[in-house]
């Protein structure tokens, strides 16, 4: 409506001008019958209200369009009123909503075939990585053990890569089911033995009640876990010598914890260490940090229905908690 | 001796895998003619096979089925693919068992040895004991002896752990890294000092033997075996 009048302001005032125009020119020239002049003068007004009405009543949902913002695409293709304007308006909608679809699916196949490229390559990439390992065997120490370093580096960043491209699938990707913790914890650390050693530290798993399930995705757990180990393990070398998995069950819920005594995060970073590429103080400090690990596990923990909560003073060391509930 | 079809279109990978299996005492043919593997197959008669799933011409199960219309024998998938929609696939189609790549040697070993057992019986893998030997220095992983000599003499599993992995790695230093990673196991997490006392044990045993000096401690490193004897 308010557009409508906002349109039409222009032809009221021009009406307006007209009318005294034509009754100041008639009044001029001598008449002088006041009734007759009002009346004319109403008879005009009628006409344009008349005919304002009918025009807004045909183009009443034309008008509407267009002061009601679009939200969803699908709206832009809503049936017209069955004027010219209408009708201009419509096929410029549709036009454009074809324009979109068009772009939209070229876009989401180039994004497929990125992602199919993505999962291939990293396939590939592990047929030279075995090939280097089992070469690596080979050399003389300490050779031998910086060859399997780099080459583990490579695997963790491959496997990242890997997790990232499902977690666009992973709704179809994940089956919950009966999880049973401790044995999740024994396999990361098996997983990670060779990580553990290297840094000098040692996994200590402290089971405040015994076997505890969780209702969880084997592999995603096992992700996540994992992830938290390597963060743990980058973020105490040196520093001290044990990384501590506590599983309990609190308010019904369990809680699984996984506590490095490292460098521990600035307050002001705490906040923001699960968004993505934010890499903070630390990670400043640190080398290859990618800023992606923790957003990983936040996105998934939300998937699976966890939450993920951390505490961590400067200089004692953090705390990661997994809530399962 | 039992024998092992290794089919994997990445030479190198085929003949790094095959060195590691040859060590163990197997005979091993790495498969070639990737358009016509069941004449390879049906030539050599392996024990076992280790079939990568992506091959040029057919794919892994396409093999792998072909392979079980003529033989019963152990099929173990080598695949770079991890989903389980994979596994589920290279079961149904007559494989049985699965290693990812990146694989560590000691996995494959270990599935080799367990899946030919399943199906050949432990006698016939009895009937070929591994022996890891260094010039007259002989360990029988499988019993825990230690032989030079003529004399023999029994070691714990820690000991015959390091002591493979000294007469394996000659003349190479054998890194703590490893040493420290095959006597963890899945509750005891063992430190340096674990492996300096098991490293003494080690030393008393082989002067059991009459061995002096043989073991050489490398410094941050590792230890090296020399041969003194």
Redo the contacts between chains.
């Keep these: 409506m308010k557009l409508f009048l906002k349109e039409h302001i222009f032809l009221i005032v021009v009406q307006i001008i007209q009318l005294t125009t034509v009754v100041g020119i008639v009044w001029l020239a001598g008449f002088r019958q006041v009734e007759i002049i009002l009346y004319s003068l109403f008879l005009g007004g009628f006409f344009l209200v008349c005919y304002l009405i009918y025009y807004y009543i045909r183009r009443r949902n034309f008008y509407k369009r267009l002061s009601v913002p679009v939200r969803t695409l699908d709206e832009t293709l809503q049936e017209q009123d069955d004027v010219a304007i209408g009708k201009a308006l419509n096929q410029l909608l549709k036009a454009q909503y074809n324009l979109f679809q068009e772009q939209f699916i070229v876009m989401g196949k180039k994004q497929e075939e990125h992602l199919i490229f993505m999962d291939r390559w990293i396939?590939?990439m592990?047929?030279?990585?075995?090939?280097i390992?089992?070469?690596a065997?080979d050399?003389?120490?300490?050779d031998?053990?910086s060859f399997?370093e780099e080459?583990d580096r490579l695997?963790a960043g491959l496997n990242m890569v890997?997790y990232m491209g499902r977690l666009r699938t992973i709704e179809q990707d994940f089956h919950i089911k009966k999880v049973d913790l401790l044995k999740l914890i024994?396999e990361v650390n098996?997983d990670n033995?060779?990580l553990?050693?290297?840094n000098?530290l040692?996994?200590e798993v402290n089971e405040k009640q015994t076997n505890i399930m969780v209702e969880s995705d084997e592999?995603w757990l096992f992700f996540m876990v994992s992830q938290l180990v390597q963060n743990a393990v980058k973020y105490s070398t040196g520093k001290s010598n044990k990384i501590q998995f506590v599983l309990d069950e609190q308010d019904g819920n369990v809680v699984l914890e996984v506590r490095d005594f490292g460098v521990g995060i600035p307050k002001e970073d705490v906040r923001r260490i699960f968004d993505a590429f934010y890499t903070g103080e630390n990670g400043r400090q640190y080398r290859e940090s990618t800023g992606m690990g923790l957003f990983l596990v936040k996105e998934v923990a939300e998937y699976l229905g966890h939450k993920i909560e951390v505490t961590s003073t400067v200089g004692e060391g953090s705390t990661f908690c997994i809530i399962f509930n | 001796m039992q024998k092992i079809l290794i089919v994997e279109d990445?030479e190198?990978?085929a003949t790094?895998?095959a060195?590691?299996v040859k060590k163990y005492g197997y005979d091993v043919l790495i498969g070639t003619d990737f358009s016509n593997l069941m004449n390879e197959f049906n030539i050599y008669q392996p024990h076992l096979v280790l079939l990568d799933i992506?091959l040029p011409s057919y794919d892994g199960f396409y093999w792998c089925r072909q392979i079980r219309q003529v033989s019963t024998c152990p099929v173990i998938f080598i695949s770079?693919?991890?989903g389980?929609m994979d596994q589920v696939m290279a079961l149904e189609n007559g494989g049985d068992d699965f290693i990812t790549?990146?694989?560590?040697?000691e996995i494959v070993m270990a599935k080799v040895r367990s899946q030919l057992r399943r199906a050949y019986g432990e006698y016939a893998a009895q009937q070929q004991e591994r022996i890891v030997e260094q010039k007259g220095l002989q360990l029988f992983p499988e019993r825990l002896e230690l032989s030079f000599n003529n004399k023999t003499i029994s070691v714990t599993k820690n000991e015959a752990d390091i002591i493979e992995i000294l007469l394996e790695r000659f003349p190479?230093?054998?890194?703590?890294?490893?040493l420290?990673?095959k006597l963890?196991d899945?509750?005891t997490?063992v430190?340096?000092n674990t492996l300096n006392v098991n490293i003494t044990r080690v030393r008393k045993k082989f002067l059991e033997v009459g061995i002096a000096d043989a073991v050489e401690t490398?410094r941050?490193?590792?230890y090296r075996l020399h041969v003194t004897w």
Aim: aromatic share 8%; no cysteine.
């Design positions: 396939h590939q592990k047929t030279p990585l075995s090939v390992e089992l070469m065997k050399l003389d120490e300490p031998a053990s399997r080459t695997k890997l024994q098996q033995k060779r553990y050693i290297r000098n040692y996994p592999k | 990445d190198k990978l790094h895998l060195k590691e992506n770079a693919r991890t389980e790549k990146p694989f560590s040697p190479r230093v054998a890194g703590r890294e490893d420290l990673e963890w899945d509750q997490f430190d340096e490398i941050g490193v590792g």
